[in-house]
């Protein structure tokens, strides 16, 4: 099995999320590199989670970080390929660096974003992130977001159900989406419920 579609899954906290997305073959896993973040995840607790999984990448995700404190924290974690910021200037300050980047962005921040500085973002590489504080995309928000996907790489981890995700990826031309990891119930036990049924959705045989 495979899916159809490029996958990120964010804020990993626990082996039992890692290993059944490993399992779903998404493509990327993010870890909360940021001490003061509130999924914050260690180098130890990092490297007990990574060792059991394979097939896939990890991404580092910053908020505040300057581009000198994010490459000091990832000397400690030297198998992420890939680094999603908050803020772009970091982002740009490292291109180059042989990491894959990705912007995250608020749905009212892209509404604001000049096309041309999409596009040459693109250019370098970096995919823009998607997000929103509502749970369902309006008409408004959804002409935004195809807008930019138009210019460049867009995963959206907005209004997404296992109902709509196929018709979201080919109405608005995103090069994927990103869910999020939970929170074990107690170590080992998790309620994959709505995380399993969008990846499922989106299966497809090889």
């Not at 000049?114 to 370098?124: D, F, G, I, P, R």
């Not at 296992?162 to 107690?186: C, F, P, R, W």
Request: overall charge negative; glycine content about 8%; aromatic content about 8%.
């Amino acid at each position: 099995m495979a899916l159809s579609t490029f996958v990120k899954i964010s804020g990993i906290t626990n082996l039992s999320d890692a290993r059944y997305c490993s399992g779903m073959y998404v493509d990327l896993l993010g870890f909360s590199l940021e001490a003061e973040s509130d999924k914050y995840i260690t180098a130890t607790q990092f490297s007990e989670i990574t060792g059991w999984v394979s097939g896939l990448e990890f991404v580092g995700e910053f908020l505040s970080y300057d581009s000198e404190q994010v490459l000091s924290t990832l000397d400690s974690y030297p198998t992420v390929k890939w680094i999603e910021h908050d803020r772009i200037e970091p982002l740009v300050a490292l291109e180059g660096k042989g990491f894959g980047l990705i912007y995250k962005m608020d749905l009212e921040e892209v509404r604001h974003i000049e096309l041309e500085v999409a596009e040459k973002l693109n250019e370098s590489g970096i995919i823009f992130h998607i997000t929103s504080i509502h749970e369902e995309l309006n008409e408004e928000d959804k002409k935004g977001i195809k807008l930019i996907s138009e210019h460049c790489r867009v995963i959206l981890s907005a209004g997404i159900s296992a109902e709509n995700v196929q018709e979201l990826i080919e109405e608005l031309n995103l090069y994927g989406i990103s869910l999020t990891g939970g929170d074990e119930i107690k170590p080992g036990l998790k309620d994959f419920d709505e995380l399993a049924d969008i990846l499922e959705a989106l299966e497809v045989e090889d």
